[in-house]
Nanobody, 124 residues
Framework: QVQVVESGGGLVQAGGSLRLSCTAS????????MAWFRQAPGKEREFVAA????????YYSDSAKGRFTISRDNVKSTVSLQMSSLKPEDTAVYYC?????????????????WGQGTQVTVSS
């Protein structure tokens, strides 16, 4: 059974940085694209960033572009999200997700294994 576990969330001041990490087990990690989504209170879950299985292709939401960087280490079966210049509107629960195949997409339904989420709170 695939297990997805996020870590690295916390409280940070506006303008600060935070790095989220995610590990996925019981799968051949490089065969699957990975992504980060987030859900703010009272809002629907939204796409943040995605990376293809080999790490050659990345996608970002408009809000993440230029501030967040997604990366992966296929030896350690981890994916990370480096977040900088954080804003209060980045406050959300951040979820790591495993895609159905190696192709990265921005579509939530293309991801079928999810972590429990990690809280990121940005204070003003």
């Amino acid at each position: 059974q695939v297990q997805v576990v996020e870590s690295g969330g916390g409280l940070v001041q506006a303008g600060g940085s935070l790095r989220l990490s995610c590990t996925a087990s019981e799968l051949t990690f490089s065969n699957y694209a990975m992504a980060w989504f987030r859900q703010a209170p009272g809002k629907e879950r939204e796409f943040v960033a995605a990376i293809s299985g080999r790490g050659w292709t990345t996608y970002y939401s408009d809000s993440a572009k230029g501030r967040f960087t997604i990366s992966r280490d296929n030896v350690k079966s981890t994916v990370s999200l480096q977040m900088s210049s954080l804003k209060p509107e980045d406050t959300a629960v951040y979820y790591c997700a495993v895609a159905r195949d190696r192709v990265a997409t921005t579509t939530e339904t293309d991801y079928n294994h999810w972590g429990q989420g990690t809280q990121v709170t940005v204070s003003s």
